[in-house]
């Protein structure tokens, strides 16, 4: 157990629609990260926050978006929804922020199918 | 920006037996360098990292890596697998301090399978 939660860990939905995962990262990280996985493009850094501001952008769709909130913990806006989007999509966590030296600790994800 | 090539996509090896995962990286920065595994539904977990100093670096469960500047490769080692070692290794760099903030380039993955 990484310590990293993530909520839901399946959803299914349709083309248009609109979803929002959850992270909960490890108790004292301030850090968080969010990351796709799919098959043709592999594993995808999309955003990272660090301690409720945004740190650096990756991938990441403009019709996604992600906050940090007071509690540390993260949510992952996808909107308008494409067949395309279906993925695993991994939260992680760790204590620093820039510059890493540490372990990013990742959660179990959280699997997206857009039908 | 970084880049990764995990030269193989999948490795059958039988129990017992020596493992080598490949991977070749990209920068015209200093990176940090890692090794991560993913088991059947779950998440990423770290086994080894190269920051600096010796450049052969272990990690957990018996494996370890060598950091080849001159070559930019950073292969996985283990003397002897076990069935439990089945699992999918990604091998990842980041930009070593400045403005890196965490933002991991991975390459595409080796698919490990041990056969008794």
């Known amino acids: 157990d990484s310590g990293v939660t993530q909520t839901p860990k399946h959803l299914i939905t349709a083309t248009g629609q609109r979803v929002t995962l959850r992270c909960s990262p490890r108790?004292?990280?301030?850090?968080v990260y969010w990351y796709q996985q799919s098959l043709d493009q592999g594993l995808q850094f999309l955003i990272q926050?660090?301690?409720?501001?945004?740190?650096a952008k990756g991938n990441i769709l403009e019709r996604f978006s992600a906050q940090q909130f007071p509690d540390l913990h993260s949510e992952l806006n996808l909107s308008s929804l494409e067949l395309g989007d279906s993925a695993l999509y991994f939260c992680a966590s760790s204590v620093a922020s820039g510059g890493i030296t540490g372990e990013l600790f990742f959660g179990e994800g959280s699997r997206l199918t857009v039908l | 920006a970084q880049s990764v090539t995990q030269l193989d996509s999948q490795v059958p090896v039988f129990e017992e037996a020596p493992v080598e995962l490949r991977c070749n990286y990209s920068s015209s920065v200093s990176v940090y360098l890692f090794w991560y595994v993913q088991y059947p539904n779950q998440g990423l977990q770290l086994l080894l990292k190269?920051?600096?100093?010796?450049?052969l670096v272990k990690g957990i469960n018996g494996f370890e890596a060598e950091f080849n500047k001159s070559q930019t490769s950073f292969h996985l080692r283990k003397p002897s697998v076990h069935i439990s070692d089945t699992a999918e290794y990604f091998c990842?760099?980041?930009?070593?301090?400045?403005?890196?903030?965490?933002?991991?380039?991975f390459g595409q993955g080796t698919i490990l399978t041990v056969h008794p």
């Open positions: 926050y660090y301690n409720g501001e945004e740190r």
């Open positions: 190269y920051l600096s100093g010796s450049t």
């Open positions: 990842a760099v980041s930009a070593a301090g400045g403005t890196s903030y965490g933002k991991l380039t």
């Open positions: 108790s004292g990280d301030l850090s």
